[in-house]
C-alpha cells in the first residue's frame, strides 16, 4: 500500500503538534515579558465567564471534525494552530518562523475570520509559544513560554 506525499506530510505534522503540545503541558504555564503571563489569565477566568453566541457557534464549527479530542486546526509553514479539550481548554499557536508579531497577528486574522471576537479570544483562550529557536533573537521571545494576546489585558482587567 503506497502512502501519498501529502498524507505522509500530514501525520508527521499531527504528530509532531502532540509532541509538542504534550512538553508544553509538562513544562507549564509560564509568562513572556512585556505580555499578559498566563497565570493572570486563570486568575482572570475564574470568573464566570462565557464565549459570546457568535464565539460559541464559531467554536462549534472550528473544532467539529475533532470529535472532542485535541488536534490540528491549521498547518502553515509558519504556525500550527490545534485545539487542547478541557479540562485545560484551550486554543494553542505553535510559532514556527521567525516574524513573531506577524504571525501572532495571522492567527488572531485567521481565528476571527471564523467568528471570534477578540473577546472571545482572551476567555477560549488563545495561548500562544513559540517554539523556533531562530526567531528567539529578542529575549521576551522565550522557547516553551505561553501567552496571550497584548489587548486581552484590558479585556480581562489584569495587568
Do not use: H
Request: aromatic share 8%; hydrophobic share 45%.
Amino acid at each position: 500500500m503506497k502512502i501519498s506525499k501529502k498524507i505522509a506530510i500530514t501525520i508527521t505534522f499531527v504528530v509532531i503538534f502532540c509532541a509538542l503540545a504534550t512538553a508544553i503541558v509538562f513544562v507549564g504555564l509560564s509568562s513572556r515579558e512585556q505580555t499578559i503571563p498566563v497565570k493572570s489569565l486563570i486568575r482572570a477566568t475564574i470568573q464566570e465567564t462565557a464565549l459570546s453566541e457568535s464565539g460559541i457557534n464559531a467554536k462549534k464549527n472550528l473544532i467539529a471534525s475533532l470529535n472532542g479530542k485535541s488536534g490540528a486546526l491549521l498547518a502553515t509553514q509558519d504556525m500550527g494552530v490545534g485545539y487542547i479539550p478541557p479540562p485545560g481548554e484551550k486554543i494553542a499557536v505553535y510559532i514556527l518562523g521567525n516574524n513573531v508579531e506577524q504571525i501572532e497577528q495571522d492567527a488572531i486574522s485567521w481565528l476571527m475570520s471564523r467568528g471570534f471576537s477578540k473577546t472571545d479570544l482572551c476567555y477560549l483562550p488563545v495561548i500562544f509559544s513559540v517554539i523556533n529557536p531562530e526567531a528567539q533573537t529578542n529575549k521576551k521571545y522565550k522557547l516553551s513560554m505561553d501567552y496571550i494576546p497584548e489587548f486581552c489585558s484590558e479585556i480581562l482587567g489584569v495587568e
